[in-house]
C-alpha cells in the first residue's frame, strides 16, 4: 500500500495514491459501519472464487491469504477500539461475518467523545479510536482491490492477449 498521514485541520488523516482512500470523505460512524459492511461483503464475494488459493505471483498473496490478514487486523484493531471505548470485545474474529457483526454493534453507537480517545503505544505517534477505524476501513478496502488485481494478474497470464493496437 502507498499511503501516508497528514495533519488536516488538527485530524491525522490517511490518504493513498494508490487505491483512492481518503478519510477526510468519510462522515462518521454510519458511513464507516456502511463502508466496512460493504467491503467485508465484497471480501466474502471475491473469496468464492476458483483461485482463491493461487497466488498470482510467488510474493503476492492469495485472495484467502489476504482474507485472513484481513481478519486478523480487523480482531486486533476492533479489539483496540472496544478496549479503548469500554464496549465489550467480541475477541477473535474468525470469518468475514463475524467481522460485519462486530462493527455493526462496536461502531455506530460511538461518541464523538469515544472517537476522539486516544491510544499510545502501538504506533510512532498517538492515534484516535477515528484514526483507527479509518485505517481499518482503508487496509480493507485496499484489500478488495488486491484480490480483484490478483485475479485479473492470474487470468491475463491463462489467456493469450489479443493485440487492437495494429
Do not use: K
Request: net charge negative.
Amino acid at each position: 500500500m502507498t499511503y501516508t498521514w497528514h495533519d488536516i485541520d488538527g485530524r491525522t488523516v490517511e490518504i493513498c495514491d494508490e487505491c483512492g482512500f481518503d478519510a477526510r470523505e468519510l462522515t462518521g460512524n454510519d458511513d464507516e459501519q456502511r463502508r466496512l459492511d460493504g467491503a467485508y461483503a465484497e471480501l466474502e464475494r471475491l473469496l468464492d472464487h476458483p483461485d482463491a488459493d493461487r497466488r498470482p505471483a510467488p510474493e503476492t498473496w492469495s485472495a484467502r491469504e489476504y482474507v485472513e490478514h484481513c481478519l486478523d487486523v480487523a480482531t486486533v484493531m476492533l479489539g483496540w477500539v472496544a478496549d479503548l471505548t469500554g464496549s465489550e470485545s467480541q475477541g477473535e474474529l474468525t470469518d468475514l461475518a463475524a467481522c460485519r457483526r462486530t462493527v455493526a454493534a462496536l461502531v455506530p453507537p460511538l461518541t464523538d467523545d469515544q472517537r476522539a480517545v486516544v491510544q499510545h503505544g502501538e504506533y510512532a505517534q498517538p492515534v484516535t479510536v477515528e484514526w483507527l477505524l479509518d485505517h481499518l476501513l482503508h487496509d480493507t478496502e485496499h484489500h478488495v482491490l488486491d484480490l480483484r488485481r490478483g485475479y485479473a494478474s492470474l487470468a491475463r497470464a491463462a489467456h493469450p492477449e489479443v493485440s487492437f493496437r495494429g
